[in-house]
């Protein structure tokens, strides 16, 4: 797998690197979307018009922070990023039932 990729979905622009300060600011230049990782901790928000989103991380909980899974939607022709929360209490349960 590349340590980046510039992908186009329904017309929207997103450049997807695992560390945001490895980010070459001219190849994320015309994007609508960076999506990023590495730091484990969830974040949104927008730079000049550019949508910058850390889905956090939805493997074992690290450093004290949530566990999290991303998403990403288009609205009204925006891309809209939204961080999800998962309860580790009914996973555990779930998988003690299967057992």
Same mark, same amino acid.
Not at 51 to 58: E, H, I, K, Q, R
């Given at each position: 797998?590349?340590?980046?990729?510039?992908? /186009?979905?329904?017309?929207?622009?997103?450049? +997807?690197?695992?560390?945001?300060?490895e980010?070459?600011?001219?190849?994320?230049?015309? +994007?609508?979307?960076?999506?990023?990782g590495?730091?484990?901790?969830?974040?949104? /928000?927008t730079?000049?018009?550019?949508l910058?989103?850390?889905?956090?991380?939805?493997?074992?909980?690290?450093?004290?922070?949530?566990?999290?899974?991303?998403?990403?939607?288009?609205?009204?022709?925006?891309?809209?990023?939204?961080? +999800? /929360?998962?309860? +580790? /209490?009914?996973?555990r349960?779930?998988?003690?039932?299967?057992?």
């Amino acid at each position: 797998m590349p340590g980046t990729q510039r992908i /186009e979905i329904d017309g929207f622009r997103i450049y +997807v690197l695992h560390i945001l300060a490895e980010l070459d600011p001219q190849a994320a230049d015309n +994007v609508d979307a960076v999506i990023y990782g590495h730091s484990h901790q969830p974040k949104i /928000e927008t730079k000049n018009g550019t949508l910058f989103f850390n889905p956090g991380s939805a493997g074992p909980r690290r450093f004290g922070l949530p566990i999290t899974v991303g998403r990403v939607t288009a609205e009204h022709g925006k891309l809209r990023a939204e961080i +999800v /929360e998962l309860s +580790v /209490e009914h996973h555990r349960r779930s998988i003690r039932r299967r057992r």
